[in-house]
């Protein structure tokens, strides 16, 4: 073996030109996976590091539309230290009254925060709300064009602004809002009088435990000696859950669509491998002569291979190393926590394993037939037919890459998903593959063309060295995810411009109190006489245990059972709501006053395992009320209307208070009226504009659409990759054919036009491949697993790929350039 490594690393000091192409694809592929991993992990771990600042404490107890009794208030204080805050949707507006805004009003008290430090921006008056003076986000005072200083009417209370702030240490926690933040302390909460029987609020406990504590084992004890209480109790090792599922499952997605940018590498190192073989034949058929064996040839070129492979993973894993740091630098602003650097070695291994397997498989075939020839065929190697790869390089190969499948789908958070996304992605590689295959064959079939140029063009397409069908491989990979994102993306664009503007409401209204319905009614008719008003009757909480298997008790919950997870909307209708279908079972008959039933969603229904006569209970107010399913309902989604996982028979909420919301669909020319008339005499109606939570879903599909493409761009560099090295590999065959054409008078425009035909007929093949694939897959996921309407636009997903088309021509008669400069004298002294 010494003999061996000293034969490899001399015969390296030759150059690396060969296996440049080898270098650059498994640097594109590992680096996407490494930098995917690595950022997912960085948030995921800077989630949990940060756990009792982003929860605010050790432990959360959270209760939904009421505070605590003073039996629980009093458990609760004897765990710690405890801080009390209140968090709704408001309304704020100038003093004027001229322009209101959607808020997300919190209140807190003394203590806090229990972690972190709440920070205001320079030019505050106070550091902290109290006396009358709150703190609002940078976003509320543009929107409201006021100042430190400046008066604004937060429900029944004027306030003043007391600071801008620059920093809120538990807004990560809080979850999803569709407004600026306002700070208030709990004095001005009261000054309010936004916190009514019935109104829609969340009362929380956070609790910093004694040095010691178990913070998840004190919560479940807690849940324990209250099982009734309805409270959602969180400890800080799971503090922000759907802000972490949403990360991990973006992260996962996005390494696996780097795992395929890999495998299309993959093909560029088997090319690369193959070339750099190719090139070192009369160094191997002297070796041979002298008596080295084929294990010895083998073993050579493999530690060559393993030691460059080694050097672009290691260059890789330092730049997926720094990519969190990157992200933060240019777009921080667009991730929940910022992460600061930190090396993920979980994901640079997972990343380091993924690319060495891949170079292994791919470069295995190309040594394997090194390996098996001998001296004399490699001195004429060049007139000899490729051999097949020994079966045991096949096992091997299959081996390699069952071994890649089997770790993603092993350390993938949802396994299922994993194996369905590598089955799809392997399913498309046979599928090109094939069309490769056909695609040359097709080739060699066609009629020989009396034009001269587009017949070398074609039979360019099948000679013997084409690499034609791996071509349509990496390519139409790349290709196919771009498209499929640009008909996913451009069919929604085009929901949330046209479709769903059309169908939503111009407002949904909260906190609509129950005994002045009449009086809002006619507030909303005067402002607006040519509007439609739906109200429907309000109440949120948990549901907290199903078919008598409470789920505080639950060893796991059924994956996707989002609805057991925190509060959910409930309501109850004498009716079957406009947009709902019943799928099993019977709606209640008018009139109804029996025992609660309940009529569930199907969907809901089904990850739960539930069936007609099941038992679910939900908590309204801290008081449990348990019903019977009745029947299940398929929801129409894109109605934009009140659509409820659960709606109750009438009486079910009986004594309990409750308030109202409402639809409101109208002309966008009476939205600003509407606005300040519902404003001014009902302060604590919360009116959401339907266009800017459109404008806010817009934004974030635009950044999940940027990382996607992102990651399909590494798929696109690897297929490009891939197609560098092809014209490499066939540099010095182009070469000899130019010098032919040339020699029987043909001019350099000629030459150039037999490889232009020869590109745009690939491309165009490609392209057409890819806009197939593409346009399946994304009806599919629009159609099918979105269930929105079929509307791509067509212009966008033909530029993308007319892009694709004008990259391949472009690199393809850059690549010709060689053969087009060779001299015929030259040349052929050199041959």
């Known amino acids: 073996m010494s003999v061996v490594w000293r034969l490899a690393l001399r015969d390296l ?94 209140a807190v008290d003394a203590a806090y925060p229990l972690y972190g430090t709440l920070t205001v921006a320079p030019g505050a008056i106070v550091a902290r709300p109290g006396g009358g003076r709150v703190l609002i986000a940078p976003a509320l005072a543009e929107r409201l064009r006021v100042r430190v200083g400046d008066p604004i009417r937060v429900g029944e209370a004027m306030l003043t602004v007391g600071g801008i702030i620059a920093q809120e240490p538990d807004r990560v926690g809080e979850g999803f809002s569709l407004g600026p933040a306002v700070l208030v302390d709990m004095a001005g909460l009261r000054a309010t009088q936004l916190v009514q029987p019935g109104s829609l609020y969340r009362w929380r406990y956070r609790v910093a435990l004694p040095a010691g504590r178990d913070a998840v084992a004190v919560g479940k004890a807690l849940d324990r000696a209250h099982p009734d209480a309805g409270w959602r109790v969180q400890d800080s090792s799971n503090s922000a859950p759907g802000t972490q599922r949403f990360i991990e499952r973006i992260g996962q997605f996005l390494a696996l669509v780097g795992l395929t940018a890999l495998l299309i590498a993959g093909i560029g190192v088997g090319n690369g491998v193959g070339a750099y073989l190719d090139g070192k034949r009369a160094g191997i058929a002297t070796l041979k002569t002298l008596g080295a064996s084929s294990a010895t040839i083998f073993r050579i070129y493999l530690i060559q291979i393993g030691l460059v492979s080694a050097a672009a993973v290691l260059l890789a894993l330092v730049v997926g190393a720094c990519v969190p740091s ?60 490729r051999r097949r790869p020994p079966w045991w390089a096949v096992a091997a190969i299959l081996l390699a890459i069952g071994g890649v499948a089997a770790i993603a789908v092993a350390s993938a958070r949802e396994p299922i998903f994993a194996a369905g996304f590598l089955g799809g992605a392997g399913a498309l590689l046979l599928i090109l593959a ?71 409401p111009g407002f949904f209204m909260l906190d609509i109190p129950s005994a002045d319905l009449d009086r809002f009614r006619t507030v909303v008719a005067r402002a607006a006489p040519d509007s439609a008003l739906t109200l429907v009757p309000s109440l949120r ?68 395992g539930l069936k007609i006569g099941d038992a679910i209970t939900v908590s309204a107010l801290g008081v449990e009320v348990p019903a019977t399913i009745a029947s299940f309902r398929d929801i129409n989604w894109d109605s934009l209307g009140f659509n409820f996982v659960m709606i109750f028979s009438p009486g079910t909420f009986d004594g309990a208070p409750f308030n109202y919301m409402a639809t409101l669909s109208l002309p966008p020319a009476r939205e600003a009226a509407v606005n300040r008339a519902v404003t001014a005499a009902f302060p604590s109606v919360s009116l959401i504009r339907v266009k800017d939570v459109i404008d ?93 309407e079929w509307a791509p636009d067509w212009g966008v997903v033909l530029a993308t790929l007319g892009s694709g088309v004008v990259l391949i021509l472009g690199i393809g008669l850059v690549g010709a350039w060689p053969a087009l400069a060779a001299r015929p004298a030259r040349a052929l002294r050199e041959m």
């Not at 070695?345 to 090194?370: D, E, S």
């Not at 540099?731 to 001019?747: Q, S």
Request: hydrophobic letters at 55%; proline letters at 4%; charged letters at 15%.
């Open 326 to 385: 990157l992200v933060v630098a240019f777009a921080g602003d667009a991730l929940p926590v910022a992460p600061g650097f930190a090396v993920q070695g979980k994901a640079l291994t997972l990343a380091a394993v993924y690319g060495l397997l891949i170079a292994f498989a791919f470069a295995l075939a190309p040594l394997a037939r090194a390996r098996a020839v001998g001296a004399a065929s490699l001195f004429r190697g060049g007139v000899e037919p």
């Open 13 to 106: 000091r030759g150059g690396l030109v060969g296996l440049r192409l080898l270098a650059i694809c498994l640097f594109l592929g590992v680096a996407a996976i490494a930098g995917v991993g690595s950022l997912s992990s960085a948030i995921v771990g800077e989630l949990r590091s940060q756990g009792r600042v982003i929860l605010g404490g050790d432990l959360s107890v959270s209760l939904s539309q009421r505070q605590a009794t003073p039996d629980e208030r009093a458990a609760i204080a004897r765990l710690g230290r405890v801080s009390e805050s209140a968090a709704m949707r408001a309304m704020a507006s100038r003093s004027d009254g001229a322009e209101a805004v959607l808020a997300e009003l919190k």
């Open 434 to 504: 094939v069309l490769g295959i056909a695609v040359r064959a097709m080739a060699a079939r066609l009629p020989r063309s009396r034009r001269p140029l587009l017949r070398l063009a074609i039979a360019n397409l099948h000679a013997p060295a084409a690499q034609t069908d791996r071509l349509v491989v990496a390519l139409g990979l790349g290709l196919s995810l771009f498209a499929t994102l640009a008909v996913i993306q451009t069919n929604l664009n085009a929901q949330i411009r046209s479709t769903v503007p059309a169908k939503a």
């Open 541 to 608: 909480g948990p549901v907290v245990a199903v078919k008598g298997v409470r789920v505080a008790d639950m060893k796991a919950v059924p994956e996707g059972a989002w609805i057991l997870r925190g509060d959910r909307g409930l309501t109850f209708a004498q009716g079957l709501p406009a947009g709902n279908r019943i799928t099993e079972g019977q709606w209640w008959p008018v009139g109804y006053a029996g025992p609660p039933l309940v009529s569930m969603d199907a969907e809901a229904g089904r990850l739960l």
């Open 696 to 788: 806010t879903v817009g934004t974030l599909l635009g950044q999940l659409a940027t990382a996607v493409a992102a990651a399909s761009g590494v798929a696109i560099a690897a297929g490009i990759a891939v197609l560098v090295g092809a014209i490499a590999a066939s540099r010095a065959a182009r070469v000899y054919d130019a010098l032919l054409l040339k020699m029987l008078g043909a001019r350099r425009a000629q030459v150039l036009a037999v490889q232009a035909i020869e590109y745009a007929i690939l491309a165009a093949v490609v392209s057409l491949i890819a806009l197939a694939v593409g346009t399946g897959a994304g009806w599919y996921v629009v159609v099918r697993v979105f269930r929105l």
